[in-house]
């Protein structure tokens, strides 16, 4: 009777064993990609627009852009000229959220957006098939200007890359200092296609420098602000008698490797490219053929249990 009940419970044991080995692999194959924005979906061209989002695949989101006049595979948010399928790529925190905030007035090629509807797409570096995908109304305002470098140094060249109304014949650019007093003004037209630009070098002093984009055809303006920055200090020199001693060697400063950044904080951003297949490192896939064969092992383990079990 004892060695009956002990062949019972290597049974069982057998059994539960089994059933767990075939369907471990299933179980964890139940990652997944999210996105979500916050606000009405509806923004004008240079809003900053801010998307977050849940990714249980692996530590990097990438995000892309398609939709009217982009390529099918998508683009870098950040680039619209980049190599299509690719993105720009969003550390995800240790708890799987991720957060990511899309400055779109200093997109590359800003002038290929227009008014309508676009689609971000977030997927995973490590599986690209994990995806989630949102969408927005972008607007083109009626005014809208970026420097380009916001931040610049006294006798920088500067430009001034902004959209209006197409055909707008007389656009007026305003630069002021901080107390309201008018420093230059520039006058410039939009394009056909409702774009301008306006380029100057940078003749004031430190400090901030709001400017101001009207017309007398519209009613409505726009400001930015140019930062100009004081030059770096310069690094003090090597002591030359340390230099020269034997066995000092001079620690480099190590570099961050591009392809190491994470988190997306303008359109300097390296972008990241979609692998052409890749598998999930946290999952594994299994078919209803292995589950069935597991099935098949556990019933011969209990079966021949039970045979040596009469024997004895």
Not at 41 to 56: A, C, E, V
Not at 81 to 104: C, I, K, L, M, Q
Request: a neutral charge; one cysteine or more; proline letters at 10%.
């Amino acid at each position: 009777m004892v060695i009956s009940r002990n062949n019972k419970i290597l049974s069982f044991i057998a059994l539960v064993v089994a059933v767990l080995w075939c369907i471990s692999p299933v179980l964890a194959d139940n990652s997944s990609v999210s996105i979500a924005y916050r606000g009405a979906g509806g923004n004008y061209i240079g809003d900053t627009i801010i998307f977050d989002g849940y990714n249980s695949v692996s530590n990097i989101t990438v995000l892309k852009l398609t939709g009217p006049g982009l390529p099918a595979l998508g683009v870098p948010v950040y680039d619209l000229n980049g190599p299509a399928g690719s993105g720009n790529p969003v550390e995800v925190n240790p708890d799987g959220s991720w957060r990511f905030s899309w400055y779109t007035g200093s997109i590359k090629g800003i002038e290929q957006l227009q008014t309508a509807r676009y689609y971000i797409t977030a997927f995973d570096l490590s599986d690209p098939s994990k995806t989630a995908t949102t969408s927005i109304m972008m607007k083109k305002p009626d005014f809208y200007v970026v420097a380009s470098p916001d931040k610049a140094e006294t006798g920088d060249y500067v430009q001034l890359l902004g959209t209006a109304e197409v055909g707008t014949p007389d656009i007026r650019i305003e630069i002021r200092n901080t107390s309201g007093s008018i420093l230059h003004v520039y006058n410039t037209a939009a394009t056909g296609s409702g774009y301008f630009n306006y380029g100057f070098h940078i003749d004031m002093p430190p400090g901030d420098y709001p400017v101001t984009i009207s017309s007398p055809t519209i009613k409505s303006s726009f400001q930015t602000t140019i930062h100009v920055i004081p030059p770096p200090t310069p690094a003090p020199a090597a002591n030359s008698s340390e230099a020269g001693q034997p066995g000092i060697t001079p620690v480099p400063t190590p570099a961050l490797s591009p392809g190491l950044t994470a988190t997306p904080a303008s359109a300097g951003t390296p972008m990241m490219p979609a692998p052409a297949s890749a598998s999930n490192p946290g999952s594994v896939s299994i078919s209803p053929l292995a589950v069935i064969a597991g099935l098949i092992i556990a019933a011969l383990v209990v079966f021949f249990i039970l045979v040596l079990g009469k024997k004895i």
